[in-house]
């Protein structure tokens, strides 16, 4: 199996097959904490522990990004690496114009790749 990570706090995960069909689909588990949401690292692992291999979208701070958001962001990345490390699990980092190729999207499609796969559950639903 194949997880797919994309590290934001409102990222997701897709779990996908050998032959790259999704099979499904998560939101990024979280949890508060003092009343700051953050990733929930056991939930993580959990969806992790029967990954053979995990693609990480790589990702980093924007212009204009403030400080404690440019943290924030490499907090939650800490998280999926750590989870992947103490699983043993091989991670790879994707740069987002990469995968978005290879799926037929230019660059910054992301939200036409949600909408197909909304389609494609649809139909499945027939």
């Known amino acids: 199996m194949i997880l797919s990570i994309d590290p934001g706090l409102s990222g997701g995960i897709a779990q996908l097959d050998a032959t790259v069909i999704i099979i499904a689909l998560h939101d990024m588990p979280t949890r508060t904490l003092k009343k700051k949401k953050e990733i929930d690292a056991a939930a993580l692992a959990n969806l992790m522990r029967d990954a053979d291999v995990i693609y990480i979208e790589q990702v980093g701070s924007r212009p204009g990004q403030d400080v404690v958001s ?5 907090r939650n990345l800490a998280y999926i690496l750590g989870a992947a490390g103490a699983l043993k699990k091989q991670d790879n980092m994707v740069r987002p114009q ?9 660059t910054g ?3 036409k790749a949600r909408k197909k796969q909304q389609i494609a559950d649809k139909a499945l639903e027939f």
Not at 70 to 74: P, Q
Not at 98 to 106: N, R
């Open 70 to 74: 440019a943290f924030s962001f490499g």
């Open 98 to 106: 990469d995968w978005q190729a290879m799926f037929g999207l230019a």
């Open 109 to 111: 499609e992301k939200d």
